[in-house]
């Protein structure tokens, strides 16, 4: 295997990450393969990637496979501008009205119902739209949607009740939350750990690169989303790409509350990559 490869989600929130190292500014000993979330979580399993950022319930669902890479997620401390519930009546009068789900992000589903139960008492009547179907596919009462089509679908103010899920988590917890984590094959780690140390090398400078950069991701953001840059800098504020301990606090907290909620058959241990020449270690969630 000459060339790892690593997975790319397609969304902008990647961007700040991977500009960087498609435009070789980073250099990268490893192939970028770009492509669905659900497309990457089974090619990892199946050993076609031997590096990939996965969604946290992902991660959560195949933990005993994988090592967590430190200091790299997507994550937020409030607010994350692009997870919203819409709704066209306040989210505590949704029991029992139809509600659309995002059929591009279990993370996301699981964080709205957990957030519904916990904050608003609420038991809406659940549905998922086809793939590649408008967001007011079925005319909803209310729908989640994520990634580029919630900055798109947030911008028309067409729902009078907006709801922010990364708000909402830090309102419930008052700790950040990680929609998604990277990840290396624990087999590729043990047999090539100068290569899985090299990548994370490269991610972690990529994620200084665009810190240093904003006006440049905000300008290529804009052009792809077709939006002012404006819009895109404030909205990449937004973001964080660490996973230091209050992160590994969080997820280990949405673990916790996904598992008691019964979205995961059992609790979750992080394991985390301790690098070419340390031990790994092992986060337990309750």
């Not at 911008?155 to 984590?181: H, N, Q, S």
Request: proline residues 7%; hydrophobic residues 45%.
């Amino acid at each position: 295997m000459d060339w790892p490869r690593l997975g790319r989600v397609g969304y902008l929130n990647c961007l700040p990450l991977f500009y960087p190292l498609e435009t070789g500014r980073v250099k990268l000993p490893a192939r970028i393969v770009a492509d669905h979330p659900a497309v990457l979580n089974k090619a990892f399993r199946q050993g076609e990637l031997e590096v990939t950022a996965v969604s946290s319930l992902a991660y959560g669902q195949f933990a005993e496979e994988a090592l967590v890479l430190p200091g790299l997620s997507i994550s937020c401390r409030g607010r994350v501008g692009s997870v919203f519930l819409l709704s066209r009546v306040p989210a505590k009068e949704l029991g029992g009205r139809p509600l659309s789900l995002t059929p591009y992000s279990a993370t996301s589903v699981v964080l709205l119902r957990i957030l519904l139960q916990r904050l608003y008492h609420v038991a809406p009547d659940f549905f998922t739209r086809p793939t590649g179907s408008p967001p007011d596919w079925g005319r909803p009462e209310a729908l989640l949607t994520i990634g580029d089509e919630a900055l798109q679908v947030v911008r028309t103010g067409r729902y009078p009740f907006v709801y922010d899920l990364g708000e909402e988590w830090y309102r419930l917890t008052g700790k950040p939350m990680v929609f998604a984590i990277w990840v290396a094959r624990k087999d590729f780690a043990a047999a090539h750990p100068e290569k899985l140390a090299a990548i994370w090398r490269a991610l972690q400078e990529a994620k200084a690169w665009g810190k240093g950069h904003p006006g440049t991701l905000a300008a290529t953001g804009a052009r792809h989303l077709e939006v002012e840059p404006e819009f895109i800098e404030d909205y990449f504020a937004l973001l964080n790409y660490d996973l230091d301990w209050p992160h590994l606090e969080g997820l280990l907290t949405f673990y916790g509350l996904a598992h008691g909620e019964g979205f995961l058959a059992h609790p979750v241990a992080l394991e985390i990559w301790g690098g070419d020449n340390e031990r790994n270690y092992r986060l337990q969630s309750a």
